[in-house]
C-alpha cells in the first residue's frame, strides 16, 4: 500500500513533551492507531482515534487529528525514560488490515 | 491472559529449508494476520484471515503460505526459506475488522 510516513527519530529531555507526527494515507479510514514497540517486543495499543473526532485526551497522551490534511499526531506529556520505545502511526488498509508508518524511536535522556 | 501466542520465539534455517511458524489465540477473534518487520520498512503485511476459512495476500505475500486451521490457529509457510526471509514475523488478531489489533511476541528468523 502507500506510505503512511513519520520521521524516523526524536530525542527529548525527561520531562519535556514530546510530539510525534504521522500523514497518513487512506481519508475512509475509520480509526487511526498509535502502538508502542518496546525492545524485543511486540506491538501494543496505546491509543486511537475515531475518525470523527479531531482531538482525544487520555492522561499523559493527546492525539490530534488533522482531516483535510491527513495529520495525525501523537503527544506525550512529562515524557519520562520509560516512554523510550518505538511509536508506529496506523490506518486501516481495505477495511482488514492495519497500514503502518515505519515508526518513530523516541529516545528519552535524563 | 494468553492473548495471542507464537512459536518459535527464534529459529535459524538455511537456505532452502521449510518452516512453518504457528499463531493460536484465544480471544475468539474472527481476523487474523501475519506481518513482517524489517529495519527501515516498519510492518509489512504477508497474509491474512478476514474470518475462519478465508485467506487473502497481504502487501508482501511472495514465498510464503498462510492455512486458517480454524478459528484459533493461523500459521504462516516458508516453503524453501530464503535470506531475504530474514526478519521478525508477528502475527495479530484483531475481533472484527476496523478494530484494536492485538500482537504476538513475534518470531527472529535467521536464514543463511
Known amino acids: 500500500g502507500e506510505d503512511v510516513e513519520q520521521s524516523l527519530f526524536l530525542s527529548v529531555r525527561e520531562g519535556d513533551s514530546s510530539v510525534i507526527n504521522c500523514t497518513y494515507t487512506?481519508?475512509?479510514?475509520?480509526?487511526l492507531y498509535w502502538y508502542k514497540q518496546e525492545p524485543g517486543a511486540g506491538l501494543q495499543l496505546l491509543t486511537y482515534?475515531?475518525?470523527?473526532?479531531d482531538m482525544k485526551q487520555d492522561q499523559r497522551l493527546t492525539v490530534l487529528l488533522n482531516k483535510k490534511d491527513k495529520h495525525l499526531s501523537l503527544r506525550i506529556a512529562d515524557t519520562q525514560t520509560g516512554d523510550s520505545a518505538i511509536y508506529f502511526c496506523a490506518e486501516t488498509l481495505s477495511g482488514y488490515a492495519l497500514n503502518f508508518g515505519k515508526g518513530t524511536s523516541l529516545l528519552v535522556t535524563p | 491472559n494468553a492473548g495471542v501466542t507464537q512459536t518459535p520465539k527464534f529459529q535459524v534455517l538455511k537456505t532452502g529449508q521449510s518452516m512453518t511458524l504457528q499463531c493460536a489465540q484465544d480471544?475468539?477473534?474472527?481476523?487474523m494476520y501475519w506481518y513482517r518487520q524489517d529495519p527501515g520498512m516498519g510492518l509489512r503485511l504477508i497474509y491474512y484471515s478476514a474470518s475462519e476459512g478465508t485467506t487473502d495476500k497481504g502487501e508482501v505475500p511472495n514465498g510464503y503460505n498462510v492455512s486458517r486451521l480454524n478459528k484459533r490457529e493461523f500459521s504462516l509457510r516458508l516453503e524453501s526459506a530464503a535470506p531475504s526471509q530474514t526478519s521478525v514475523y508477528f502475527c495479530a488478531s484483531t475481533p472484527d475488522v476496523n478494530t484494536e489489533a492485538f500482537f504476538g511476541q513475534g518470531t527472529r528468523l535467521t536464514v543463511v
Open positions: 482515534i475515531f475518525s470523527n473526532m
Open positions: 487512506d481519508s475512509s479510514s475509520t480509526y
Open positions: 480471544m475468539n477473534h474472527n481476523s
